[in-house]
């Protein structure tokens, strides 16, 4: 008869089949046919130790950033339109921002005073 038995870890799985004649553990006889194991990987790389998901949660951190950002302004633009700062005419509004650079100079930099 094959008996298989099966150690069942928290990040491994082992096995074995053990060849017995008749029962098993009714006689102290038999063969091991076949072993083996299975260690599973903890989410983990396996040189540095480091997390697999941080690239994914520094992108995600990107995209909630971006997101929020892009509310913050959208409120803003509403508030200063409410009160009559800004334009009310949408294509008026979109031409204000394109024109003044949306507060940045050219080369990306913050806009110098009296420009």
């Given at each position: 008869m094959i008996t298989l038995g099966?150690?069942?870890g928290t990040h491994s799985l082992g096995w074995c089949l053990i060849d017995t004649a008749g029962e098993?553990?009714?006689s102290g006889e038999g063969s091991i046919v076949a072993i083996g194991a299975r260690i599973f990987g903890d989410g983990r790389e396996p040189k540095s130790?480091?997390?697999l998901?941080?690239?994914r949660r520094a992108a995600r951190a990107?995209?909630?950033r971006r997101d929020r950002y892009l509310s913050r302004r959208a409120a803003l633009l509403r508030a200063l339109t409410d009160y009559g700062l800004m334009p009310a005419d949408e294509?008026?509004?979109r031409q204000l921002v394109r024109e003044t650079s949306?507060?940045?100079s050219r080369?990306?930099?913050p806009k110098a005073p009296g420009k």
């Open positions: 099966v150690d069942l098993p553990l009714a130790g480091a997390s998901a941080v690239d990107m995209r909630r294509d008026a509004r949306d507060g940045k080369d990306g930099g």
